[in-house]
């Protein structure tokens, strides 16, 4: 068990938009003095004013995780403001829907320098900090870590690696006696607005492979593990059943993919191939945290609700959907003009 959640400092990797905005805000309206990070300072504003606007402290600092002097600087800035880091959840991600023989070099690359060695800059960066604080890490990765799928072969490898990467570190850690967690959080889909923003060589709109979940049910998983951390946790019952039938039957999954893998990951709607992406330069605007899927996203996960249920009944509520954070889910998406549809 680590700080109240009230008592923490937080960083927030990939916060302007997503998972991460959902993260940041729901760690404000709970009290944490939350510092921001993305690469588009309009959209870090906005996440700032929110989180000021639920009685909390925030810090934007505009930052390309991928370049290490600049991971280091959100680092000890947040550290000069704050005193100290309790905890860091890395969330940053970019990717490119292609099959692996249609990818360029530089892209393949890119993916690699802001998935993986971005969080790995962050890790190395706070660790000193978090061995003070005796903190968490957190590694918002994927359920793609144990399964390719088509047209994500090198969001995939990325997050492979990243599991990899910090399962050796836990055991580092835990030899070096440092009172320090890594939590590795295993997310299903989630309506975010990057499938507006990612680049595609498909030619049709990008969705994530239904199910498809609001950000806010993860947001309270990942900060779950921030007061009380988890080694690995997948989140929802899509990525938990993926993560059963890869170790049951891997190759029941390569035919499955064969036939679904790539109508599932698009929604048939016509898209440019050079429609403008945010893989190298960031897009203007604040796209906030939900995307373009309201109508289809489920509200809650039980799954992973009654999987912390003994751990925290309070966590198990908050993913459930009940009490605030429901309703400030709903709140946002009635503002903008939208209802959304519960599914169980």
């Given amino acids: 068990m680590k700080k109240r959640l009230s008592d923490q400092v937080i960083v927030v990797t990939g916060a302007s938009s997503g998972l991460g905005r ?3 805000r729901l760690a404000g309206a709970r009290g944490a ?3 921001v990070t993305a690469r588009s300072g309009e959209a870090l504003d906005a996440c700032v004013r929110e989180i000021e606007g639920a009685g ?5 600092v505009v930052a390309d995780c991928s370049v290490q002097d600049e991971v280091q600087q959100v680092v000890e800035q947040a550290v000069d403001r704050f005193g100290r880091i309790d905890s860091y959840v890395a969330n940053a991600i970019v990717t490119v829907y292609a099959e692996t023989y249609r990818y360029e070099p530089d892209e393949l690359r890119r993916i690699m320098d802001v998935n993986f060695f971005g969080q790995v800059y962050g890790y190395w960066a706070v660790l000193p900090h978090l061995r003070e604080s005796r903190g968490t890490f957190v590694s918002v990765n ?6 390719g ?9 990325s997050k492979a690696a990243l599991r990899a990467f910090f399962e050796s570190a836990r055991v580092e850690i835990q030899k070096a006696d440092w009172d320090v967690a890594v939590s590795v959080v295993l997310p299903g889909a989630i309506n975010t607005p990057q499938f507006d923003r990612d680049r595609q060589k498909i030619g049709k709109q990008p969705q994530p492979v239904p199910p498809i979940y609001q950000p806010e049910p993860f947001a309270a998983a990942v900060l779950h593990c921030c007061e009380r951390p988890v080694r690995e946790l997948p989140i929802s019952w899509g990525a938990q059943k993926l993560l059963w039938g890869q170790k049951i039957s891997p190759r029941a999954g390569d035919l499955m993919l064969r036939r679904m893998g790539w109508k599932s990951q698009h929604t048939g709607e016509p898209k440019p191939l050079d429609a403008p992406d945010n ?8 796209p906030g945290a939900h995307g373009r899927f309201d109508e289809k996203s489920r509200a809650s996960t039980a799954w992973t609700s009654l999987r912390l249920a003994l751990r925290s009944p309070q966590a198990a509520l908050a993913l459930l959907g009940v009490g605030a954070l429901a309703a400030g889910s709903a709140e946002i998406l009635v503002s903008r003009g939208h209802r959304p549809r519960v599914l169980r």
Wanted: proline fraction near 6%; include cysteine.
């Fill in 22 to 24: 959902a993260v940041a």
């Fill in 33 to 35: 003095k939350v510092v």
């Fill in 56 to 60: 909390s402290e925030a810090l934007a």
């Fill in 142 to 147: 994927s359920a793609l870590a144990y399964r």
């Fill in 149 to 157: 799928i088509p047209l994500q072969g090198g969001y995939c490898a």
């Fill in 279 to 286: 893989l190298f330069e960031t897009l203007p605007g604040d």
